[in-house]
């Protein structure tokens, strides 16, 4: 049955039928890479009515059907037939509040960065080229309890100058233009830390490049036309001086 047989059936536009597709998909991705496990993480989807399409409490990502999915207002209300929203609705709400920019919110566990937290590595730490030229490094935010309004206080901070983060013993949050661009950032955020995580299980410690190293590296963003978020320029996530 395709697409728009579906949303007819079930009353959807086509911007949520779509919506609702690529979560079932982008879900089904992660618990296959192993990002994402069970009913772990959430996924949504801002629309262009501000209303967001987002998982369900307990669905496993694996294997969502679009009609698990439940629709919230900004406030958090769930709207049209009954579907309990994820537990951790907050850290989406507050993506979408900060960055009025961005239109998909992706948390999963990923394994090695989370371990990279719990190990307090920090993944801001400049060492690999092509992450100091593009989003930078990634932020840990503080630690707070999943399932609580101060999960999504936690991270507002950090959202509003970064697309990519690790929350402390817990996950990671990635934002984006799309739900693929989210997962771009998270693939690129988890390979980054089983890199780090080898380097420094093979030498008892990680070393990160010169200040000039980094400068040089961040002086090619120009050149190569990005223009995105790159925390080591502006400085998210860094104590201030």
Not at 95 to 119: N, T
Request: net charge negative.
């Amino acid at each position: 049955m395709n697409l728009e047989t579906i949303a007819a059936q079930q009353g959807w536009g086509a911007e949520e039928a779509r919506a609702r597709r690529s979560i079932c998909e982008i879900g089904k991705l992660c618990y296959e890479r192993n990002l994402i496990s069970a009913s772990d993480g959430n996924i949504s989807v801002r629309l262009s009515d501000e209303t967001v399409i987002i998982t369900p409490a307990g669905g496993m990502k694996g294997f969502l059907q679009m009609e698990q999915l439940a629709r919230i207002d900004m406030q958090g209300n769930v709207i049209g037939p009954p579907a309990k929203n994820s537990t951790e609705t907050g850290i989406h709400l507050v993506c979408y509040q900060e960055r009025p920019d961005i239109k998909a919110v992706l948390h999963c566990h990923p394994p090695h960065a989370v371990a990279l937290s719990v190990a307090e590595i920090d993944m801001q730490m400049p060492i690999i080229p092509e992450m100091i030229v593009t989003i930078g490094g990634i932020p840990t935010t503080p630690f707070a309890t999943p399932g609580t309004h101060e999960l999504g206080d936690s991270i507002r901070e950090v959202v509003r100058c970064s697309d990519t983060m690790v929350m402390r013993n817990h996950g990671s949050v990635t934002v984006g233009d799309n739900l693929l661009d989210a997962f771009k950032k998270l693939d690129m955020l988890e390979h980054t830390a089983k890199i780090l995580w080898l380097a420094h299980t093979a030498r008892g410690g990680l070393k990160p490049l010169s200040d000039e190293a980094v400068r040089k590296l961040l002086a090619t963003r120009s050149m190569l036309g990005l223009g995105n978020l790159n925390t080591l320029e502006n400085r998210c996530g860094f104590p201030s001086k």
